[in-house]
């Protein structure tokens, strides 16, 4: 995996990798993906592309920003094709450039295949040198094309065979969908760290549509029904004879990141077969049971806490209400316009509601803490506000390493929690008290009654599968 820090301290938080989607036999295919990877935007906003094929030619358009302003009518006229498939990126690996947004177009000796992919591989180096040696030529620094280039280099007689020898070899997390003229194909890997729903649109007059999509959120917009999850371990192939299904890998156990659950995902996404919201109105129940505390007030810190602080309100029996709102329509390129205005950037953003918080004791729900500094503009806002006590609750627990899998998380050494007390944290972002979710507790309310196994690295430092050190995969000079 290729990671890049966050240097920029503006929002420190934890950032979504991709979201992919695929559409199979639909007259406007290129329109239902559009609709959702606006619906899956939240998991990527600095590219976004759209391929689409017609059974003998095969188009690709992407560019820089968001779907919306990419894909106007005229350019999703373009776009012509019953099938589709669509990608929009946040950067964990690779350049931050056009030539790194996806569908990623690639003519092979296997025909022409486009590819989009959630996730992070873990195992590049060897690959690439091998692939190299053998005559491949990459046009991009992301490690999707990686996995292109080993179907195009596969010795399987068919291309189903071919993708599914190049997915058993390489390690880490992806959740792919791939088009061919005339096939769609969407996988996971072994473990299903990343997630990857199918569903239908149904049509009375001929076959239905088939759909892929990150989030089921996106399924909603198109009007198409939830089938199921694509296994961990599984290769679906879509063609007209129907919905083919192979695994290419068994017997590995279940490791799907369970930060989908506590901050990624949409609350109304349907997630590793259990509802965002579910598990984040738990992970607030457990919270007041772990660390409840007397107060006047339940206040989220907008978007990421107010499914975990409405949970903790119902079990505390303390009132909820929105004591920061949030101005939705700050983009991430402000600047400061001097460093001394230090809590400027968090002020752009939210606001605190004076009448409610002066001289109330507040119960401050937030999902994370990464590196402190925004958690403590906030308790110092609240408190500004006419606070008289800031006790802050995260609903997972602490966060002390790294990602290896997609997700964009700083070093271990500017994780706050890796390298201070909890007792250290919470005299540095100046609350009365702090508490976090118990790994127990965030673990039982994910899961539910779904038997599902979570990847919980980043807050015990067990990975799942064999890694490098972030740094020595990826020169500094290439990472941003």
Same mark, same amino acid.
């Given at each position: 995996?290729?990671?890049?820090?966050?240097?920029? &301290?503006?929002?420190?938080?934890?950032?979504? &990798?991709?979201?992919?989607?695929?559409?199979?036999?639909?007259?406007?295919?290129?329109?239902?993906?559009?609709?959702?990877?606006?619906?899956?935007?939240?998991?990527? *906003?600095?590219s976004a592309g759209i391929a689409t094929a017609d059974g003998k030619t095969l188009s690709n358009i992407k560019g820089m920003g968001l779907v919306a302003d990419i894909f106007t009518e005229d350019v999703l006229a373009k776009l012509q094709g019953d099938m589709s498939i669509g990608h929009t990126r946040y950067s964990t690996t690779g350049d931050s450039a056009l030539l790194n947004a996806q569908p990623i177009r690639v003519e092979s000796t296997k025909g022409l295949i486009a590819i989009a992919h959630n996730g992070n591989l873990v195992n590049l180096g060897n690959i690439r040198t091998r692939l190299e040696r053998e005559g491949a030529y990459f046009q991009t620094t992301s490690d999707s094309e990686i996995i292109v280039q080993l179907i195009a280099h596969s010795k399987a007689g068919?291309?189903?065979?071919?993708?599914?020898?190049?997915?058993?070899?390489?390690?880490?997390?992806?959740? !792919?969908?791939?088009?061919?003229?005339?096939?769609?194909?969407?996988?996971?890997?072994?473990?299903?760290?990343?997630?990857?729903?199918?569903? %239908?649109?149904?049509?009375?007059?001929?076959?239905?549509?088939? %759909?892929?999509?990150?989030?089921?959120?996106?399924?909603?917009?198109?009007?198409?029904?939830?089938?199921?999850?694509?296994?961990?371990?599984?290769?679906?192939?879509?063609?007209?004879? #129907?919905?083919?299904?192979?695994?290419?890998?068994? #017997?590995?156990?279940?490791?799907?990141?369970?930060?989908?659950? %506590?901050?990624?995902?949409?609350?109304?996404?349907?997630?590793?077969?259990?509802?965002?919201?579910? /598990?984040?109105?738990?992970?607030?129940?457990?919270?007041?049971?772990?660390?409840?505390?007397?107060?006047?007030? $339940?206040?989220?810190?907008?978007?990421?806490?107010?499914?975990?602080?409405?949970?903790?309100?119902?079990?505390?029996?303390?009132?909820?209400?929105?004591?920061?709102?949030?101005?939705?329509?700050?983009?991430?390129?402000?600047?400061?316009?001097?460093?001394?205005?230090?809590?400027?950037?968090?002020?752009?953003?939210?606001?605190?509601?004076?009448?409610?918080?002066?001289?109330?004791?507040?119960?401050?729900?937030?999902?994370? !803490? !990464?590196?402190?500094?925004?958690?403590?503009?906030? $308790?110092?806002?609240?408190?500004?506000?006419?606070?008289?006590?800031?006790?802050?609750?995260?609903?997972?627990?602490?966060?002390?390493?790294?990602?290896?899998?997609?997700?964009?998380?700083?070093?271990?050494?500017?994780?706050?929690?890796?390298?201070?007390?909890?007792?250290?944290?919470? /005299?540095? !972002?100046?609350?009365?008290?702090?508490?976090?979710?118990?790994?127990?507790?965030? *673990?039982?309310?994910?899961? #539910?009654?779904?038997?599902? *196994?979570?990847? %919980?690295?980043?807050?015990?430092?067990?990975?799942?599968?064999?890694?490098?050190?972030?740094?020595?995969?990826?020169?500094?000079?290439?990472?941003?």
């Open positions: 995996m290729r990671a890049r820090g966050l240097d920029n &301290e503006e929002d420190p938080k934890l950032r979504e &990798e991709c979201g992919v989607a695929a559409v199979y036999n639909h007259p406007e295919a290129a329109r239902q993906v559009y609709l959702s990877l606006y619906a899956l935007q939240h998991r990527g *906003q600095e068919t291309l189903v065979d071919a993708i599914a020898d190049s997915l058993s070899q390489v390690d880490g997390a992806f959740s !792919i969908v791939m088009m061919t003229r005339d096939r769609i194909f969407a996988a996971r890997d072994p473990r299903g760290f990343r997630p990857l729903s199918m569903g %239908v649109i149904e049509n009375p007059d001929g076959p239905d549509t088939v %759909v892929f999509a990150s989030e089921t959120c996106a399924f909603d917009l198109l009007r198409a029904k939830y089938v199921r999850d694509v296994e961990p371990g599984e290769l679906v192939m879509v063609s007209k004879d #129907g919905v083919t299904s192979r695994r290419y890998s068994t #017997g590995v156990k279940q490791a799907s990141c369970v930060f989908e659950h %506590v901050y990624f995902a949409r609350p109304d996404s349907k997630i590793f077969n259990r509802w965002v919201q579910e /598990s984040r109105e738990e992970m607030g129940r457990q919270l007041a049971r772990e660390s409840g505390v007397p107060a006047d007030l $339940v206040v989220p810190v907008p978007d990421s806490g107010v499914t975990a602080a409405i949970g903790y309100a119902a079990e505390s029996g303390i009132p909820f209400r929105f004591g920061l709102i949030r101005n939705h329509y700050v983009g991430r390129t402000f600047i400061e316009p001097e460093q001394r205005v230090r809590d400027f950037g968090v002020k752009l953003k939210l606001n605190p509601v004076r009448n409610l918080l002066q001289g109330k004791r507040i119960i401050l729900v937030d999902d994370s !803490i !990464i590196r402190g500094t925004t958690s403590r503009k906030i $308790v110092r806002m609240v408190r500004a506000a006419g606070a008289k006590e800031v006790h802050l609750r995260i609903s997972c627990p602490p966060t002390i390493s790294p990602c290896h899998y997609g997700i964009d998380t700083p070093r271990k050494s500017e994780l706050i929690a890796a390298n201070q007390s909890i007792e250290e944290i919470r /005299s540095f !972002i100046e609350a009365d008290t702090l508490a976090y979710l118990s790994l127990d507790g965030m *673990q039982h309310a994910c899961a #539910g009654d779904t038997g599902n *196994q979570f990847c %919980v690295a980043c807050f015990t430092g067990n990975y799942p599968t064999e890694w490098v050190d972030v740094d020595s995969i990826l020169p500094a000079t290439a990472s941003l």
